[in-house]
């Protein structure tokens, strides 16, 4: 079974600009979460999508949306970069049964805001 | 708003000897999930608690969910340098949202 993909791996961005991320699950998996990582902040959680829809949000600004697309694949998108968005990026896709989950985070995109 | 503390931050230990990391919510929780990462690493998933009181094991790991649902712990007996890294906790409170914890960091000597 193939892992978590992200893409971009890496990406440079100027203050103001906006940005896209893409992450594809796990097949059959139908849970996506996004996840913000900075040395300061720490792991802080963005959002979780299941089945096209927004089940929960962190308290993250509104410049910071996603979405999810029928095949589970999900983007996220940050409209008028900041410095201090510059951060690691990670998704997990999940799958839940009967009192027992699977998560796997994907290897993340480092974002650098200039 | 909900809070979650892990100490300690660190921890060095000598390979051989028992580790263990505490995760306090200022908020009940409904479930709590522990993750690992490695230097350089993503994230992985270890466990989720939900039981008031619940204990899991996982091999050499320990895992326990405090009977309030505010506290856990993860116990690693006998470390190995492959145990290196750091360990969140991440916890989520009725109606809340899901939160880490800072981490512990874990050196293991040989």
């Known amino acids: 079974k193939a892992g978590v993909t992200q893409t971009p791996r890496y990406l440079i961005k100027t203050r103001g600009q906006q940005v896209t991320l893409s992450c594809s699950p796990i097949?059959?998996?139908?849970?996506v979460s996004w996840y913000q990582q900075t040395p300061g902040q720490g792991l802080q959680f963005l959002f979780e999508?299941?089945?096209?829809?927004?089940?929960n949000k962190g308290n993250f600004p509104g410049r910071f949306s996603g979405r999810q697309f029928s095949n589970s694949r999900s983007e996220m998108n940050v409209s008028t970069l900041e410095l201090g968005d510059s951060a690691l990026y990670l998704c997990?896709?999940?799958?839940?049964?009967?009192?027992?989950?699977?998560?796997?985070f994907g290897p993340g995109t480092r974002l650098t805001v200039t | 708003g909900q809070q979650v503390m892990q100490i300690p931050q660190y921890q060095h230990v000598q390979e051989g000897e028992d580790f263990t990391t505490y995760c306090n919510s200022s908020?009940?929780?409904?479930?709590i999930q522990w993750y690992k990462q490695r230097p350089g690493g993503h994230p992985v998933f270890l466990i989720q608690?939900?039981?008031?009181?619940e204990v899991k094991k996982q091999k050499r790991l320990t895992f326990q969910f405090g009977e309030a649902k505010k506290n856990s712990s993860l116990h690693i007996t006998a470390t190995q340098t492959t145990d290196v890294g750091t360990y969140f906790c991440?916890?989520?409170?009725?109606?809340?949202?899901?939160?880490f914890g800072p981490g512990t960091r874990l050196s293991v000597l040989p």
């Open positions: 997990a896709s999940s799958w839940t049964t009967s009192g027992s989950i699977e998560q796997y």
């Open positions: 097949s059959g998996h139908r849970s």
């Open positions: 999508y299941f089945s096209e829809t927004q089940r």
């Open positions: 908020t009940t929780l409904s479930n």
């Open positions: 608690l939900v039981k008031s009181g």
């Open positions: 991440a916890g989520i409170g009725h109606g809340q949202n899901f939160v």
